[in-house]
């Protein structure tokens, strides 16, 4: 799993197959980065959900599409 935590995350796991769920988000710069995580873990739920043994739980696959960053008008430059 990963250790960083991610800037923009989605509150819940999404269990919606084949559906397009709205993920957004803010966060201010602190200046020097170099990259934003999009992510889950490990604050949707996880403890709640039963794992299945003999899989490999390591992964979940999501599609992102239509990702934009941008300065918010009025913020600190």
């Given amino acids: ?3 960083e935590k ?5 509150e819940e796991i999404q269990s919606e197959k084949g559906k ?3 993920v957004k988000g803010r966060f201010v710069a602190d200046g020097g980065e170099r990259f934003i995580v999009i992510g889950t873990w490990p ?4 403890e709640t959900r039963r794992v299945v043994e003999e899989h490999d739980n390591q992964y979940a696959y999501y599609y992102l599409d239509g990702i934009s960053l941008r300065r918010v008008p009025g913020g600190d430059e």
């Avoid at 991610?6 to 989605?10: A, I, R, T, W």
């Avoid at 604050?43 to 996880?46: D, H, K, P, S």
């Fill in 1 to 3: 799993f990963l250790e």
């Fill in 20 to 22: 397009w769920v709205e």
């Fill in 43 to 46: 604050y949707a739920g996880f």
């Fill in 6 to 10: 991610p800037q923009v995350y989605v």
